[in-house]
């Protein structure tokens, strides 16, 4: 990159011929300009004058049969420098099996805006790539380097090119590359950091509904493990993915008295309790504790005392109390004095005493 963030020349027009005809084309991704030999690949793209200057895309016509006409063709190359950038983005895209994933398209394209971001930063191209390397440079920071690339502003000076590379760039550009590599170095240390544990969604709940707020209503559990790059993007989208939004009645959850209806989640594991027995309430929250006390031999059996978090919620609330923590650890408020002894094979197995 041999300009500076201060500096921005302006475009050039393109030399002509005795006729008036374009004698180079203009590299689409650094702008300099490349004379037309024979062999030189080249991509010729129709612009249509608009209101606003011009597009890719013909203006609409009340005529449906009116072939609108473009006002300029620009035809665009690359110089041997970006030419030879692509090339080695493409056996990067290729050697990584990326083109297979996402069509050779696509995969080549956005590996060489990611190289293209790269350069700008004045950071080596990468030989070597981890697989969170590659889809790190494959996210926001290749979008990035797609932006800066000449072609994608070309349409403001057709027929003209840069008197040097990447003589484009502002410090407007200089400034969002270096916050997309910044993003991009903190979705490398996520993806390799362990589990977040996201506590439910923050709600306010029904009128005259008990709040249980910070745990599972069933288990208590105050946090449920997700991936680390999940929680850095979307927190909130992390947590709606997770909880499930629950409202019952705390009799439902064990208390013994009517107290008005809870409000609050419930984990992943509780979660799937309910939906095996198709319903809330207690045989969901016994077949929750005992299989996560591998205990499933026990889930058909009469129990009683056992009652969700969201219960004791509901218990503090009719006191005037301050509800109780969440809990570390699933049911976590619950004892296991007085259970019977495990039957090693049906505890093992799985299998409902008859």
Same mark, same amino acid.
């Given at each position: 990159?041999?300009?500076?963030?201060?500096?921005?020349?302006?475009?050039?027009?393109?030399?002509?011929?005795?006729?008036?005809?374009?004698?180079?084309?203009?590299?689409?991704?650094?702008?300099? !300009?490349? &004379?037309?030999?024979?062999?030189?690949? *080249?991509? +010729?793209?129709? =612009? =249509?004058?608009?209101?606003?200057?011009?597009?890719?895309?013909?203006?609409?016509?009340? %005529?449906?049969?009116?072939?609108?006409?473009?006002?300029?063709?620009?035809?665009?190359?690359?110089?041997?420098?970006?030419?030879?950038?692509?090339?080695?983005?493409?056996?990067?895209?290729?050697?990584?099996?990326?083109?297979?994933?996402?069509?050779?398209?696509? $995969?080549?394209?956005?590996?060489?805006?990611?190289?293209? #971001?790269?350069?700008?930063? +004045? @950071?080596?191209?990468?030989? /070597? @790539?981890?697989?969170?390397?590659?889809?790190? *440079? =494959?996210?926001? =920071?290749?979008?990035?380097? *797609?932006?800066?690339?000449?072609?994608?502003?070309?349409?403001?000076?057709?027929?003209?090119?840069?008197?040097?590379?990447?003589?484009?760039?502002?410090?407007?550009?200089?400034?969002?590359?270096?916050?997309?590599?910044? #993003?991009?170095?903190? /979705?490398?240390?996520?993806?390799?950091?362990?589990?977040?544990?996201?506590?439910?969604?923050?709600?306010?709940?029904?009128?005259?509904?008990?709040? $249980?707020?910070?745990?599972?209503?069933?288990?208590?559990?105050?946090?449920?493990?997700?991936?680390?790059?999940?929680?850095?993007?979307?927190?909130?989208?992390?947590?709606?993915?997770?909880?499930?939004?629950?409202?019952?009645?705390?009799?439902?959850?064990?208390? +013994?008295?009517? *107290?008005?209806?809870?409000?609050?989640?419930?984990?992943?594991?509780?979660?799937?309790?309910? $939906?095996?027995? %198709?319903? &809330?309430?207690?045989?969901?929250?016994?077949?929750?504790?005992?299989?996560?006390?591998?205990?499933?031999?026990?889930?058909?059996?009469?129990?009683?005392?056992?009652?969700?978090?969201?219960?004791?919620?509901?218990?503090? !609330?009719?006191?005037?109390?301050?509800? &109780? !923590?969440?809990?570390?650890?699933?049911?976590?408020?619950?004892?296991? /004095?007085?259970?019977? /002894?495990? %039957?090693?094979?049906?505890?093992?197995?799985?299998?409902?005493?008859?």
């Amino acid at each position: 990159m041999t300009t500076t963030e201060t500096e921005t020349p302006q475009p050039i027009p393109l030399p002509v011929d005795k006729d008036g005809n374009e004698t180079s084309a203009i590299c689409q991704t650094c702008g300099v !300009a490349v &004379p037309i030999t024979r062999g030189l690949p *080249l991509e +010729r793209v129709e =612009f =249509f004058r608009t209101g606003r200057g011009y597009s890719q895309e013909p203006p609409r016509s009340a %005529n449906p049969a009116r072939v609108a006409r473009a006002s300029y063709t620009q035809t665009y190359t690359r110089c041997v420098v970006c030419a030879g950038r692509r090339a080695h983005a493409e056996h990067l895209a290729d050697t990584y099996r990326v083109s297979r994933q996402l069509g050779p398209v696509v $995969a080549h394209a956005r590996m060489e805006a990611a190289l293209v #971001a790269l350069l700008a930063l +004045r @950071l080596p191209a990468p030989t /070597d @790539l981890t697989k969170s390397e590659l889809r790190a *440079l =494959f996210g926001p =920071f290749a979008r990035a380097g *797609l932006n800066i690339m000449w072609r994608t502003r070309a349409d403001r000076a057709l027929g003209h090119s840069l008197p040097e590379p990447w003589a484009h760039l502002t410090p407007e550009d200089h400034q969002n590359l270096r916050n997309a590599y910044g #993003a991009m170095l903190a /979705d490398r240390t996520a993806a390799g950091a362990p589990p977040v544990l996201v506590p439910p969604p923050a709600r306010t709940g029904p009128r005259g509904a008990v709040v $249980a707020a910070g745990g599972c209503l069933m288990c208590g559990v105050g946090g449920v493990p997700v991936p680390a790059l999940r929680v850095r993007h979307d927190p909130d989208g992390a947590a709606e993915d997770v909880w499930t939004e629950q409202g019952w009645k705390a009799t439902m959850l064990g208390a +013994r008295r009517p *107290l008005g209806s809870v409000y609050g989640h419930t984990c992943p594991a509780c979660t799937s309790a309910i $939906a095996e027995v %198709n319903a &809330p309430g207690k045989e969901a929250i016994d077949r929750a504790w005992f299989t996560h006390l591998n205990r499933r031999d026990l889930i058909d059996r009469e129990t009683t005392g056992i009652h969700g978090w969201g219960a004791m919620v509901a218990v503090a !609330a009719s006191r005037g109390e301050a509800p &109780p !923590a969440p809990n570390p650890e699933p049911w976590a408020h619950l004892s296991t /004095d007085g259970l019977p /002894d495990p %039957n090693p094979v049906q505890a093992m197995q799985g299998v409902r005493p008859r």
